[in-house]
T-cell receptor, first 111, second 112 residues
Framework: DQQVKQNSPSLSVQEGRISILNCDYT??????FLWYKKYPAEGPTFLIS?????DKNEDGRFTVFLNKSAKHLSLHIVPSQPGDSAVYFC??????????FGQGTELSVKP | DAGITQSPRYKITETGRQVTLMCHQT?????MFWYRQDLGHGLRLIYY???????DKGEVPDGYVVSRSKTENFPLTLESATRSQTSVYFC???????????FGPGTRLTVL
C-alpha cells in the first residue's frame, strides 16, 4: 500500500515557465515532508522541506506548499531551467524518523 | 574524501551467490540507511541503523543482512542473490532521525 504517491511519472515544461510537481499521502501522522532531486547515475540530493505546522516554505526558485486537509503537497519551480531536468521524489517522515518515498516524477525542462 | 561513498558502483552476479555492497561515510553520522530504487516503486527502505551495533528492518528486508560494527561503515549483504534483487541500491546517512538524509552515488546490481 503506497502511503506516498506521485501520480505523474513525467512532466515536460518550457524553460522560463513554472513547473508544478504533486505528491499525495495517506497517513495523517506524517509530520515532515521533503523533496529530493536525482540526476542519472547519482544519488538523490535534498532540495527543500516543510514541517506539518507550516503551509508554505520557499527557497529561491523552489517553493513547497502543504495542504494538510487534502493530504497533498506540491513543489513549484519558478522559473524552470534546463538544469532542473531530473527525477524529483517527495518523501514523508513518519514515526521513528523513517522516510517513505513516492515513486518519483521525471521533469524535463525544454529550452 | 569527505562524504558518503559506495562500492562497487556496478556489480553483476549470478543467482545464489553472496554479494556485499559497501557504504562508508566520513561525517560520523549516527544514522545510516539502505534503500533500493525500482521503477514504479521509488526508493524503498531495506534496513537502517541508529548507531553502531543497532540495526532495524525497513519496508523490504527479506533476503538482506546488515551489520554496523563501526559508525562509518554499513555493509549490505545479499546472502543468496535472486533476480528480483536486481536494482539500484543507495546508502544514506543523517546526524539524527529528524535530519535530512545524504545519499551515496548508488550501486547498480544485476543478478543473472
Amino acid at each position: 500500500d503506497q502511503q506516498v504517491k506521485q501520480n505523474s511519472p513525467s512532466l515536460s515544461v518550457q524553460e522560463g515557465r513554472i513547473s508544478i510537481l504533486n505528491c499525495d499521502y495517506t497517513n495523517s501522522m506524517f509530520d515532515y515532508f521533503l523533496w529530493y532531486k536525482k540526476y542519472p547515475a547519482e544519488g538523490p540530493t535534498f532540495l527543500i522541506s516543510i514541517s506539518s505546522i507550516k503551509d508554505k516554505n520557499e527557497d529561491g526558485r523552489f517553493t513547497v506548499f502543504l495542504n494538510k486537509s487534502a493530504k497533498h503537497l506540491s513543489l513549484h519551480i519558478v522559473p524552470s531551467q534546463p538544469g532542473d531536468s531530473a527525477v524529483y521524489f517527495c518523501a514523508a517522515k513518519g514515526p521513528g524518523g523513517k522516510l517513505i518515498f513516492g515513486q518519483g516524477t521525471e521533469l524535463s525542462v525544454k529550452p | 574524501d569527505a562524504g558518503i561513498t559506495q562500492s562497487p558502483r556496478y556489480k553483476i552476479t549470478e543467482t545464489g551467490r553472496q554479494v556485499t555492497l559497501m557504504c562508508h561515510q566520513t561525517w560520523s553520522h549516527s544514522y545510516m540507511f539502505w534503500y533500493r530504487q525500482d521503477l514504479g516503486h521509488g526508493l524503498r527502505l531495506i534496513y537502517y541503523s541508529a548507531a553502531a551495533d543497532i540495526t532495524d528492518k525497513g519496508e523490504v528486508p527479506d533476503g538482506y543482512v546488515v551489520s554496523r560494527s563501526k559508525t562509518e561503515n554499513f555493509p549490505l549483504t545479499l546472502e543468496s542473490a535472486t533476480r528480483s534483487q536486481t536494482s539500484v541500491y543507495f546508502c544514506a546517512s543523517s546526524r539524527a532521525s529528524y535530519n535530512e538524509q545524504f545519499f551515496g552515488p548508488g550501486t547498480r546490481l544485476t543478478v543473472l
